[in-house]
């Protein structure tokens, strides 16, 4: 099986820099894709950034200039650093990957970790 495991995020500042990290652990043979999708109450999930295996980034317009997706292959591991945060930023943070879990799949299987709050108020 495949775990997806998020730290960070909690209560932050107007203006103020938090780090989400997204740790991938059991039966992955290569990560395609990771990504930070967010839910804000009431509304639709959507995806906020990702980065492929080849270090290819894509951000929402409303972050851009602002968060930063990276990740370490080594450490099966992405990170949203997020700058300047403003208070529409309040959510719950998803990471999601998708996961080739041995070399013989014909395709990614998709992951989805349990979520961290970022709540963004003075």
Do not use: H
Request: net charge positive.
């Amino acid at each position: 099986q495949v775990q997806l495991v998020e730290s960070g995020g909690g209560l932050v500042q107007p203006g103020g820099s938090t780090r989400l990290s997204c740790a991938a652990s059991g039966s992955i043979f290569r990560i395609n894709v990771m990504a930070w999708y967010r839910q804000a109450s009431g509304k639709e999930r959507e995806l906020v950034a990702l980065i492929t295996d080849g270090g290819t980034t894509t951000y929402a317009d409303s972050v851009k200039g602002r968060f930063t997706i990276s990740r370490d292959n080594a450490k099966n591991t992405a990170y949203l650093q997020m700058n300047s945060v403003k208070p529409e930023d309040t959510a719950v943070y998803y990471c999601n990957a998708k996961i080739f879990r041995s070399w013989q799949a014909p395709r990614p299987t998709e992951y989805w970790g349990q979520g961290t709050q970022v709540t963004v108020s003075s």
